[in-house]
């Protein structure tokens, strides 16, 4: 007999093929069994039973009443180990973060405080938890995360400081989710998500964050460029329609990623909007000055880099207008769950020229010329390089010329260099939006503060 014959004779038959496979099957079920038994949540949930017998077991020892504890021991030992789900129907949302932090279950833990400070059972009496039921809430509605997961990467977990990232790597291998939009919230920005029902309510506890960056916002001017909710410049993007739901496949970290600013792993939402404020725009979107880029090389078209200015804030200020930033984000939330913010009245003024300060305000005008309109931003390719400081040119204009430059604006037409780009910044048309007593005191408020002794 050959070998060849041997082989299909003896060994490679039918009935051979079907043990190897049976073997196979087998293993394959024996394999998805240890995955299954290991799963990293289960480990909670036992350590969780571990802890409370162990309490219990105390409290028997101290001889307190044994039959309600006996029957408490028993129910606690039978209790399958299983993943909790939340459904809150009402929002739309199935939030299984209990799996794991089992301490937060009112089921297991009625009182909703145990003494567990192992994380995650810590549960705290935490207000705010307290005033919003787990099973109308769920988790994420707040934390943000992905509710489904069952996994500590998964869930989307974020480190507070550089301290906890580098333990969670260890601990943890922790990662950012890739291509998870809505990574919790870590710290004081959990605060951003309470806009969503308590619209701009400034009185609602830790909101502070919302509030300052909030006022902030008002009083650099950002509402001369960018819009929030179609109200505002049309320069710059919405950013509450656009930006603080933008899709990461929309936002071209390339630059920033190329240049240090962040690594690949740190590309979310949240630090694209960070960057804005912690670093100079202009190197995240630094355009393409000279048209090398451009497709036709013989007739290149340049594009000026963002005309975004770097404002130079302090890491406070910055968080807070992150957390600002990102509370303008907007879900569909059913009408009963939402707390319209009190009318704030219109502020009462003593003098026109007090108005007209306002108004220069309430329309971002600072965003271009200065807080006090006597810092012009720098505009690339603009002649002269920057937006005009008013104190120093609105004395040259009667109060009709500057009516006229307000409401039409000026087109961005005179370039340093003629082959640049087209300056990115232009002063806008204002048209009907400013009117009446509020024009009339803006320009009053102008040349109140026109530099009079000026030597020409
Ligand atoms: C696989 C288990 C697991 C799941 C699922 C899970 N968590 Fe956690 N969570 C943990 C562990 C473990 C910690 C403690 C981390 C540490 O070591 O500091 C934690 C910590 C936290 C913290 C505190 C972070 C801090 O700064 O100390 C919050 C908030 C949190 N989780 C919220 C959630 C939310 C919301 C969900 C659901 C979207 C969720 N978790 C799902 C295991 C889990
Ligand atoms: C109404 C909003 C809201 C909901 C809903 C909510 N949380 Fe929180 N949670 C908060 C706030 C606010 C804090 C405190 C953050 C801070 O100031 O540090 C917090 C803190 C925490 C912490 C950290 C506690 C610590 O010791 O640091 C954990 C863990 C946590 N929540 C888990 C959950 C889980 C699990 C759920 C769902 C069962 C949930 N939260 C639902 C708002 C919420
Ligand atoms: C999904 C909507 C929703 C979100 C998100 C939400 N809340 Fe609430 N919150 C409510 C509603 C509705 C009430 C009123 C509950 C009631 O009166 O029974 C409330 C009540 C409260 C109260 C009690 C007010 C009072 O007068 O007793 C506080 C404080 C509070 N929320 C803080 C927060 C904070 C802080 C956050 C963000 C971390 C937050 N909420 C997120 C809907 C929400
Ligand atoms: C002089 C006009 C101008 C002012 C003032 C201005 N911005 Fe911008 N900003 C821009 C432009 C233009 C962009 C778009 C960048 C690009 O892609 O070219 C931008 C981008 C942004 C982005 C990223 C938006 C996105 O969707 O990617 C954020 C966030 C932002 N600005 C916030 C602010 C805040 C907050 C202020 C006030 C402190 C402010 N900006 C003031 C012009 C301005
Ligand atoms: C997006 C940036 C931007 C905003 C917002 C803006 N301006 Fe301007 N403004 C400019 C630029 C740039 C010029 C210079 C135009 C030119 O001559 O090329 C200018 C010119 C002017 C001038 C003419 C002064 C001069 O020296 O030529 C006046 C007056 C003026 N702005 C007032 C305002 C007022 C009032 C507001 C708010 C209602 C405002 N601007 C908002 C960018 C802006």
Not at 93 to 111: E, F, I, K, M, P
Not at 151 to 164: I, L, S
């Amino acid at each position: 007999m050959s070998f060849r014959e041997a082989f299909f004779n003896k060994f490679f038959t039918l009935r051979n093929l079907f043990f190897l496979f049976n073997f196979l099957v087998l293993f394959m079920f024996l394999y998805a069994v240890l995955k299954d038994v290991q799963r990293e949540w289960k480990d909670y949930q036992k350590e969780y039973k571990r802890l409370e017998i162990s309490k219990i077991k105390e409290k028997m020892n101290r001889g307190e009443s044994k039959d309600i504890l006996k029957d408490l021991l028993r129910s606690v030992r039978r209790r399958p180990l299983e993943i909790k789900q939340i459904l809150a129907t009402d929002l739309k949302r199935v939030d299984r973060c209990l799996t794991c932090h089992v301490g937060y279950d009112g089921l297991t833990n009625a009182s909703l405080i145990n003494g567990f400070t192992e994380h995650p059972f810590a549960a705290p009496k935490n207000k705010i938890h307290d005033k919003h039921p787990f099973d109308k809430y769920g988790c994420a509605i707040c934390h943000e995360g992905q509710g489904l997961a069952t996994t500590f990467v998964g869930a989307g977990h974020m480190p507070k400081d550089e301290a906890q990232k580098s333990e969670w790597k260890k601990k943890y291998k922790w990662h950012v989710v890739e291509f998870w939009e809505q990574p919790m919230k870590a710290g004081p920005l959990i605060y951003a998500s309470c806009n969503k029902c308590h619209e701009s309510h400034p009185d609602v506890e830790g909101m502070e964050i919302v509030k300052k960056g909030q006022q902030i916002f008002r009083e650099s001017g950002c509402i001369g460029c960018h819009q929030v909710r179609g109200e505002g410049g049309t320069i710059a993007p919405d950013l509450a329609e656009e930006t603080s739901v933008k899709p990461l496949t929309r936002i071209d970290f390339g630059h920033a990623v190329t240049s240090g600013l962040i690594t690949k792993e740190e590309r979310t939402l949240e630090n694209w909007i960070r960057l804005h404020f912690t670093t100079a725009p202009t190197a995240l979107t630094p355009g393409d000055p000279e048209g090398h880029l451009s497709p036709d090389s013989k007739n290149p078209q340049p594009v000026a880099p963002t005309g975004m200015p770097y404002f130079g804030f302090t890491p406070e200020e910055s968080e807070s207008l992150v957390a600002y930033v990102t509370s303008l984000k907007k879900e569909m939330i059913p009408y009963t769950y939402r707390i319209p913010a009190a009318k704030t009245p219109e502020p009462q003024f003593a003098s026109s020229t007090a108005h007209g300060r306002y108004v220069f305000q309430k329309y971002g005008c600072g965003g271009c010329h200065g807080k006090n309109a006597d810092s012009g931003i720098p505009v690339f390719n603009k002649q002269g390089g920057r937006a005009p400081d008013l104190v120093k040119t609105v004395g040259t204009f009667t109060r009709a010329e500057l009516v006229k430059k307000i409401q039409e604006g000026v087109n961005p037409e005179e370039k340093e260099d003629i082959k640049g780009p087209t300056p990115p910044i232009y002063m806008p048309s204002f048209k009907d939006r400013i009117k009446g007593s509020e024009m009339e005191n803006l320009v009053t408020y102008l040349q109140s503060i026109a530099v009079k002794d000026e030597v020409w």
